[in-house]
């Protein structure tokens, strides 16, 4: 068909993206209700046969901004610290479906587990569940904005009091070429290295991909095959590399080098004129 349907009723307000796990399409954002008036709490999941939207568990009190499947099990991200109706503070912004309670779990040592601060994307590289966001430490253990899942506890990446980044959030994370990437608002790591805003894990040090971008954030990265191979695509709010030249308007891929970001489309710059890349 060439027609957009309706899917199970619709929310009552933003959709922030998609996941499938178990052949069903996991919805997440802002809403409250889901389909016909049924209460969601951010996250719900569809089934097709029925054309119906179920919740799971009871939701969230407040965004959830990513979801992925680690070993088997859904984990969610987000702004959240309780599940909907719960005490605040019990589930500090990362959780864990548990298909036996049919509930959402505390991910991490301690109370609540989690972070202190907003989780805006999770990852699983090398079979290690990663996380990366606005927080600052895990259990009041310093991981500056990004963390990994180890034995039970969120642990540090990088080198550096804290691993990570010193400023900023880490908004995307993705992989390429074998190697860890992190895009944000960052500009520097815990160790006191450049990044701008874009960085790769090399070892147990983040090092700058590219020579990264200037003021505006990276929001998505993305490996896409345009003919010519894989390559690294990054979309956000900037504007050119650091310096100021070349212009890089939203959207830029990085050189088969790794050494600089290049224009993406026509005209001056690439990309868009105004406005954010939200999504790759």
Request: overall charge neutral; proline content about 1%.
């Amino acid at each position: 068909t060439s027609s957009w349907v309706a899917v199970g009723g619709g929310f009552d307000t933003y959709v922030r993206a998609f996941a499938v796990f178990n052949n069903e399409l996991y919805s997440f954002g802002n809403f409250l209700y889901a389909g016909s008036r049924t209460t969601s709490n951010k996250i719900t999941a569809y089934e097709s046969v029925s054309n119906s939207l179920f919740n799971t568990g009871s939701g969230f009190n407040n965004v959830v901004t990513a979801l992925t499947v680690f070993q088997g099990t859904v984990y969610a991200g987000g702004y959240f610290d309780a599940v909907s109706g719960g005490s605040p503070g019990s589930l500090n912004r990362v959780a864990k479906w548990d298909s036996i309670t049919n509930s959402w779990v505390t991910v991490g040592g301690g109370i609540g587990g989690g972070f202190n601060g907003i989780v805006n994307a999770l990852f699983v590289f090398n079979d290690e569940l990663y996380a990366g966001g606005d927080f600052t430490t895990a259990n009041g253990v310093s991981v500056k904005h990004i963390a990994k899942l180890s034995g039970g506890s969120w642990v540090t990446v990088g080198t550096g009091t804290g691993g990570g980044f010193n400023d900023g959030t880490v908004n995307s994370l993705t992989v390429f070429n074998s190697a860890l990437y992190a895009g944000g608002s960052f500009t520097t790591t815990a160790a006191s290295a450049a990044t701008n805003r874009v960085a790769r894990l090399s070892g147990s040090s983040w090092v700058q991909a590219g020579n990264g971008f200037n003021f505006g954030a990276v929001l998505a990265l993305t490996v896409f095959n345009d003919g010519f191979g894989d390559a690294l695509y990054a979309g956000g709010g900037f504007t050119a590399a650091p310096s100021g030249t070349p212009a890089l308007k939203r959207v830029a891929k990085l050189s088969t080098d790794g050494l600089s970001w290049g224009t993406v489309g026509t005209g001056t710059g690439g990309g868009f004129n105004d406005g954010t890349v939200n999504s790759l």
